[in-house]
Every structure is written in C-alpha cells, then in structure tokens.
C-alpha cells in the first residue's frame, strides 16, 4: 500500500475520479467541542500518521482554529514537515527521537518527549551546539502499565529531575498513556491515573511541578474526567470517531462528525446474466441478472480486500449495494440489482453519507476485524484528498 505522506495530492488534476473528503468545519467543531469539555486542561491535537490519513498540516491548521493550542506527532519528519506548513504551535514529539535526530529537533523548535538517559544526553549536547537563548523544552514519559515506552516511575523521576537541574532544559511536561481508557468502565485507568499521580507526587516532594501534567488520549478525555490533567492528547475524537467500536455513543460521542467521506465516480456500468460470476476467483454468483458497476477504488487504496467475503457495502443512488466479488488492487465490482438505472459517473460512497444512509468507518472495522482508527490511516497516498469548509 502507498505510504501517505503527511500532505496528500489535491483533487484538482487528478484524472482518476476517486478522492477522499475531508470536512475541516467537522475537525473545528470536534476541536471545539473537546475544549469545552475538558476545559480549563488544554487540547493537543494529535495528527501523526499524516493526521490518521486527513492529511496533518491540514487537520493541524483546523484544529488550532478550533482551540487546539499543541499538536503531536509520532516522527520527527512529521514535526518537519507541519513546520515547513509555517505551523509555529508547540509541537510534541510522543516517542524519544534517536539520538541522531536531536540536532534536527532542536533546530525545529519541536518538544522532543525523554525516557532515557542516552536520550536526555544526546538533546544537551544538541542544545549545548545551538544559540538557545533560553532552555530548551522537554517532556519526560512515565509508564504506569502499557509497557510500550516511557521509563518506570523511578526512572522517570530520576530523569525529570536530571532535566530540571539542567540549565540547558526546561521540564515543561511530565506524561503517560493510558492502555484501555477506550473500555469506558474498566478499572485499570484509574489505576494508571494512580501510579501516575504517586510519580507526580515524588517530582513535587523534590520541589519540581512540571507545568504541563497530561495523561489522557481521546477515551481518557472524554470518559475519565480525572486523568484530564493539563492538557488532553486527542487523535481519534479529533477525526469525529468514537475511541471504541460504533454502539458506544456515551457523551460527548454523538456530539462529534466524522471529518472523512472516501468516495468515486462509476466507471462502467453492464448487465450480466443469471448464473455469471464476478471477479477474481469467481466467488459471487449472479442468482438472477443483474447490473454491475465499476468503481476505481481497490486495495491499493485502502480498500481492504477482506470486505468483499464480510458483506462490505458502499453507497450508490441512496442505497447500500454489496461489494460483490473479490476486491482487486484498484478496483471494485458492486452489484447495484436488476434494472438498476446506474450510470457511469454516478457518485459511489464508501465510507460517509449518501442520502438517509451512511457507512461508518467502526462499521467497515467491524467487517475486516480491525478498529476505526486502522481504517482512515489506511487510505492510501494514492487517494487525492478534497478539502471541504477550508
Ligand atoms: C496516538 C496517541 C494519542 C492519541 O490517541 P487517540 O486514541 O487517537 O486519541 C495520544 N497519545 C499518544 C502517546 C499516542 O500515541
């Protein structure tokens, strides 16, 4: 599958009628209604991952304007390129770049996340190379029970502390990641919100407060109020997707957009008779004649081919229609039913609203056995990407 770049190619000139919109009024009003609900702790709008395939600097200007004040980003080459977009809000990193990468983050101005002494030692001398006129920001990682990155709590603080005795570097942030907070009722966020808070504890027992406490990704900030802190790391929300499967619409859920429609033109249209098979090992059969439409839209795209055997629809006049016959790399066979009056050029919605009807990326999730989340980052780079209410 193409690798989406952090900027996707817009529509315009593209000759393949297949494009994904992206509604940026939708990534506002969802910033928006997240400031309000965990205010007086700040946002930061998480679009790494070219802004789970919005695009970032894109996603990353909306967000502002909607009230976002910091944004995060996995890479540091996606810290490079929002800055290339003339973006100048904070930016965190949420891994420790390599050590090699530091003089780049210095001289991008980006926030680089720490959780080991190589890592604290790479960024002083870094920093020690540059003309920092004044110490340069850092945020430390604790892990408190997701056991991906981030130091123990006691090397954590051993860290912090290294850092706010640094006069090079200033302690700005001290943070960690929840591993469930997206299973509303279960304990276990509470009890990392708990070895998170002993950590602070210890920091503010050696006399060091960092100034921005963060903890909560999406699940966290809007179903567990007290893991808001400072600041909340938004992703998903951002996007108008629930952090769990469609069905768990608790407050503020509902209240959000989904921000992306993946859509195309029909290609070809044909009557096929009673008793033909379509596609790629013949595995849908015509039980009586029916009309078939042509979309230009496969896997390379981000169409996961496993649909076609799990009952994926798309949208076609209004209607669900099924994906009928395996998913080929840049096309799908949808069959739109006997007399269908379909025509080349009809608008076809994968993922998005048509009409009454509208096909949600957790619907598509639950037909491939993979989350919301996995869905908008796999529509590939090959998919032109349409900016709506810019
Ligand atoms: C991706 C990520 C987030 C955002 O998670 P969502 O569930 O999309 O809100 C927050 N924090 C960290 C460390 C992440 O890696």
Redesign the pocket.
Known sequence: MTQPGTRFAPLAGQLRPAWAEVDLAAIRHNAAVLVAEVAPARLCA?V?AAG?GHGAPEVAGAALDGGAEWL?V?LVEEGRELRAAGIDAPILL?SEPASDAMAEVVDLSLTPTLYTPTGLDALVSAVGDGRQDRPFSVHVKVDTGMHRVGASVDDAVALALDVAASPALHLEGFWT?FAVS?EVDDPYTDHQVARYQQALDVLAGAGVRPAIRHAA???G?IWHPTSRFDMV??????YGLS?AADGVTRHPVPRLRPAMSLKARVSYVKAVPAGERLSYGLRYRLERDSVIATVPLGYADGVTRSLSATGGEVLVGGRRRPISGTVTMDQILVDCGPGSNVAEGDEVVLLGRQGDEEITAWEWAGRTSTIG?EVVCGISGRVPRSYLGA
């Not at 790391?233 to 951002?238: M, P, S």
């Open positions: 998480v790494k789970y995060a996995a949420l990641h997206d990704n999406s699940g900030a790391r938004c992703g998903i929300a951002l952090p989340y």
